[in-house]
């Protein structure tokens, strides 16, 4: 079974406001990493959360993360039109592969 | 900043055809790692390489499909005789301790 699932597939707010989306996955994981991809771009990784930690932030990112619930959620504040991309969450289970989500595609109207 | 190079950018073959995507990896890393991405689809593990020899494969990486370190700094995926549905992005990963670096990716595509 694939591990993080992100929802909504698809998001759309105005410039300055903020955007939210979850993952959720199925099996204990070591980390949980939030990866961007500009449209048939690479990846671009933005932050990654331990399973022992439960909130970071980085910039404009805001992410959580709840073992019991096996979910996170990344928080962008204060968007601009360049946060419109792909947003993924991949979770590491052990040191030698993601498991990467659908994505979520995050679009910022100016 | 050091970063994980790809080429080529894009690669346009013949169903049949052997082609060989390129990485370079950032210097000090230890694992090595490609991925695929189906247009419109998830990213998905391949492989994964660790002291010259794969650690882990995935249902997706089968004969057809072979990965070399060929010296100290590139890092090689083979596909020997692509199908149309090997058509994707391909995506070359290096990590040192927790965080994976990914390249720009190859696009393949298979006529």
């Known amino acids: 079974s694939q591990q993080g699932e992100e929802d909504p597939q698809a998001l759309s707010i105005q410039e300055g406001e903020n955007a939210t989306m979850n993952c959720s996955y199925k099996?204990?994981?070591?980390?949980l990493q939030w990866y961007r991809q500009n449209s048939g771009r690479g990846l671009v990784h933005l932050i990654l959360i331990r399973s022992n930690e439960r909130e970071k932030h980085s910039g404009r990112l805001r992410v959580t993360l709840d073992t019991s619930k096996k979910s996170s959620s990344l928080l962008i504040t204060a968007s601009r039109a360049a946060d419109t991309a792909s947003y993924f969450c991949a979770t590491d289970i052990n040191d030698y592969k993601l498991s990467f989500g659908a994505g979520t595609t995050v679009t910022v109207r100016a | 900043e050091p970063e994980v190079t790809q080429t080529p950018s894009h690669q346009v073959t013949q169903m049949g055809q052997e082609v060989i995507l390129r990485c370079v990896p950032i210097s000090n890393h230890l694992y090595f790692y490609w991925y695929r991405q189906i247009l419109g689809q998830k990213v998905e593990f391949l492989v994964s390489?660790?002291?010259?020899?794969?650690?882990?494969k995935s249902e997706i990486f089968d004969d057809q499909f072979s990965v070399e370190r060929p010296d100290g700094s590139n890092f090689t995926l083979k596909i020997r005789s692509t199908k149309l549905e090997d058509s994707a992005m391909y995506f070359c990963?290096?990590?040192?301790?927790?965080?994976?670096?990914f390249g720009p990716g190859t696009r393949l595509t298979v006529l």
């Open positions: 099996t204990s994981i070591n980390n």
């Open positions: 990963a290096s990590l040192l301790t927790n965080e994976q670096f």
């Open positions: 390489f660790y002291n010259n020899e794969i650690s882990e």
